[in-house]
């Protein structure tokens, strides 16, 4: 006789809710005497366990899922699916070629086919009920006025010697990895054995540095290419550019001569939008901002000399800080100098490098400049019209078609090193101060006011950068420590319409100094016509001094030359 067995398949959210048990008292449910003589009934046997339970056995039962056997097998990844046309290790063809099959109508109805077959697969085994409140006693996490920081990860310089961190880099193609520069902008203590090496670090392993990046000379500035994500640009101390190919090696692939390369550090580089993804720019405190092909560093393709603007005894001006924005135009550059002046350059094909403007130059119209080198010049990325400066104990911000600043931050006591803007929200800004702490800027929600200011370090604080995505931020510090910061929903999530109420604040700001600026010049035309002089204005050189002298007690600078006694970088 044929024994048939049948299982009946069932899923999870077939059986209902859960049970819910209860702590109950024990209870006496019946009592039996003790009687003695019942023993001579039995016969003592080994004790064995038995176990009883009161579920009858049926010859149905109830599963949830049918087993699953798993076994390790080797699988070989080789790239296919491509058309014969196509080279798959030519990352410009495979981009192109995908971005023309998104546009297909085809390609949209797989995707939404797919999705259907991928929903019973999420709701499987969903059991909630849609009546039951889970979270009563949970309050949201994210809300506008409560931001925080949370450090996750630190990258320490390996060699012994203390150095700076003096830029990072993020790759382009994710939060993955980033780069570090590393080197002592205090020349004079620079010793004979410091090391020359920059790292790559990769933010799941924190102990070692992913790749070493060697230098004959401390690699002052270091960024990704991004369109090749193995190519990188390093500015050096002795002024040489060095072009790294992570496929041949750490060391250079590639270097600039003495001849035709900068006098001095190159304090930034930016790789350029283009065909070959080969151009790329250099600033230094040589008072040029050199063009480059990396295919051919032994000549300069361009040049520009950084100047005052003065046609009949020119100033040089040193370069600290370079911006170029392909959404701005390809053409646009901003220098941040020395002399605390941003200068407008444009550089068109054909034509030589011309500066259009100098922001904060007073011979030139302008006024607020800053009272030290300005150490970052930062676009926002939502209105490229405005841009940010750090250089002295305050942030600035400019429009391209003002000579002076829109908007300023309250003055520091500590030196502003570095800043940065949000790449998802219009209205938050960073500054990294030299006393370790950042501050993190809403002008979406108030303009008085820092939002959030934490202290990263206890070391001061050299440089920033932003992850694309916006959700992580690495902050260096002069000991040569690199602190990966997680921001919180409220400071990486855009706010209702946040895009076009900044842009109409900018604005607003913009009127508001093109109409005082007007004033002003209409004041000056009503102070010629005074032949008496009744009109002008005179400072009292006396209150003056007395009121500088003031401002940098407060500030914790005394000396008699308060300009020398600036904190060093």
Request: net charge negative.
């Amino acid at each position: 006789m044929n024994e048939y067995e049948y299982i009946y398949m069932k899923k999870r959210k077939d059986f209902g809710r859960y049970c819910n048990f209860d702590t109950v008292e024990a209870k006496i449910l019946g009592q039996v005497d003790h009687q003695p003589q019942c023993g001579d009934m039995y016969v003592e046997q080994t004790i064995i366990n038995a176990v009883f339970h009161n579920i009858p056995e049926f010859s149905e039962h109830s599963v949830n899922t049918a087993r699953v056997k798993t076994s390790a097998r080797v699988m070989t990844h080789v790239e296919g699916g491509w058309p014969k046309e196509i080279d798959y290790s030519e990352a410009q063809d495979t981009l192109k070629y995908r971005k023309r099959l998104e546009k297909d109508p085809a390609y949209v109805s797989a995707v939404r086919q797919l999705t259907k077959q991928t929903v019973p697969c999420l709701e499987m085994n969903n059991t909630i009920d849609l009546f039951q409140i889970y979270f009563q006693d949970e309050e949201p996490d994210h809300m506008p006025e409560i931001l925080n920081l949370k450090t996750i990860a630190l990258f320490k310089d390996p060699p012994d010697e203390t150095r700076s961190v003096t830029k990072i880099g993020w790759h382009p193609e994710g939060p993955t990895k980033l780069v570090g520069s590393y080197s002592n902008l205090r020349f004079q203590r620079m010793s004979e054995d410091m090391p020359m090496s920059s790292f790559i670090w990769d933010i799941s392993e924190r102990n070692d540095p992913l790749m070493e990046l060697r230098a004959p000379s401390p690699l002052i500035c270091c960024q990704y290419n991004q369109k090749n994500a193995d190519w990188l640009l390093g500015g050096s101390y002795n002024g040489l550019i060095n072009h790294y190919d992570l496929r041949k090696g750490p060391s250079p692939c590639m270097k600039s001569s003495v001849e035709v390369g900068h006098y001095d550090p190159v304090y930034d580089v930016v790789w350029l939008q283009s065909k070959t993804g080969t151009e790329c720019a250099s600033v230094s405190s040589d008072g040029r901002l050199l063009f480059w092909d990396v295919r051919k560093l032994s000549e300069v393709q361009d040049e520009c000399v950084l100047n005052d603007g003065n046609k009949e005894h020119p100033k040089t001006l040193g370069g600290t800080s370079l911006e170029w924005m392909q959404e701005a135009g390809p053409t646009k550059f901003l220098v941040g100098s020395e002399h605390g002046i941003i200068l407008s350059c444009t550089k068109r094909p054909k034509k030589q490098v011309e500066i259009g403007s100098w922001f904060g130059s007073e011979d030139r119209g302008g006024y607020g400049k800053h009272f030290g080198p300005v150490y970052s010049v930062k676009r926002n990325p939502f209105h490229v019209k405005f841009f940010l400066s750090v250089g002295d104990w305050c942030a600035k911000m400019w429009m391209e078609e003002l000579k002076g600043p829109m908007l300023q931050t309250p003055y520091y006591p500590a030196f502003i090193s570095a800043a940065g803007w949000s790449p998802t929200r219009a209205g938050v800004f960073f500054l990294a101060r030299q006393d370790g702490r950042l501050d993190v800027w809403d002008y979406f929600y108030r303009m008085n006011e820092v939002a959030l200011t934490q202290q990263v370090s206890d070391r001061a604080l050299t440089c920033f950068n932003v992850q694309a995505q916006g959700r992580l931020a690495a902050v260096g510090d002069a000991g040569g420590t690199i602190t990966l910061l997680q921001l919180c929903d409220g400071l990486v999530d855009p706010g209702p319409n946040e895009k076009n109420l900044i842009g109409m604040m900018l604005d607003r700001e913009t009127k508001r100094e093109k109409s005082l600026d007007q004033i002003k010049k209409q004041g000056g035309v009503a102070r010629k016509d005074d032949k008496d002089g009744a009109g002008g204005m005179t400072i009292d050189k006396t209150k003056y001094q007395e009121r500088e002298k003031a401002f940098f007690t407060e500030l914790n600078m005394t000396g008699d030359d308060l300009g020398t006694t600036l904190p060093a970088r």
